[in-house]
């Protein structure tokens, strides 16, 4: 039972253009998400967050948006760099009631084009 | 400004073997965690300990998983006896506090081959 998906396997965009990377969620207790991203050989580097209590949360390039009545989250990267090319996971987590447990999604490999 | 620092970086052995992942925490973090990551499963969390302390070890596979956290500073990830099934990328992440407040940071992992 899959409660974070990630159902693009891979994204492919040019550099300069934007870059949407979606993740749809099952339990509707998930309060709290994360996205990270993973380059070859290397763990997972935390990126963004959001609160179940916002929508929208930005920092620099990277902005997520999450939409709870559709239990779906994504990740906008403008402008796309050659650098951003990597695997990003999504990430969900029941804060108050098991504290630090993250289940992660499948991950979509981003690949921009130069 | 060291990370968290896995190892060894990859381990290769025969089925039937103990296999033994090696975790060193970023000093001062009082969450540990160690994550899975295969083809079929993606990235799921195995076990977390706070202050040293086992919490949630609903992710162990199996019997032949152990994991233990001997001081702030280490910790291991057994499994005895290793099968092929068991190859994988294991990482371990650290934080401090609750989620909320600091996200986790991940190792560079240990790439487990089981032949």
């Known amino acids: 039972d899959q409660q974070v998906k990630q159902n693009s396997p891979s994204l492919s965009v040019q550099e300069g253009r934007i870059s949407i990377l979606n993740c749809d969620y099952t339990?509707?207790?998930?309060?709290?998400f994360l996205w990270y991203k993973k380059y070859p050989a290397e763990g997972p580097t935390f990126l963004i967050s959001i609160s179940s209590i916002k929508d929208k949360n930005e920092d620099g390039r990277f902005t997520v948006f999450l939409n709870k009545s559709a239990k779906h989250l994504s990740l906008h990267i403008v402008p796309s760099q050659p650098g951003d090319s990597a695997v990003y996971f999504c990430a969900a987590s029941f804060t108050e009631t098991s504290g630090s447990r993250l289940t992660f999604g499948e991950g979509t490999q981003l690949t921009v084009n130069p | 400004d060291a990370g968290v620092i896995q190892s060894p970086r990859h381990e290769v052995t025969e089925m039937g073997q103990e296999v033994t992942l090696r975790c060193k925490p970023i000093s001062g973090h009082d969450y540990l965690f160690w994550y899975r990551q295969t083809m079929m499963r993606g990235l799921e969390l195995l076990i977390y300990?706070?202050?040293?302390?086992?919490?949630?070890d609903s992710g162990m596979p199996e019997d032949r998983f152990s994991a233990k956290m001997p001081n702030a500073s280490f910790s291991t990830l057994k499994i005895q006896p290793s099968e092929p099934r068991d190859s994988a990328v294991y990482f371990c992440?650290?934080?401090?506090?609750?989620?909320?407040?600091?996200?986790?940071?991940f190792g560079d992992g240990t790439r487990l081959s089981i032949l």
């Open positions: 992440a650290s934080s401090l506090g609750k989620l909320i407040n600091q996200p986790q940071h």
């Open positions: 339990n509707s207790m998930f309060d709290y």
């Open positions: 300990f706070n202050n040293n302390v086992p919490i949630d």
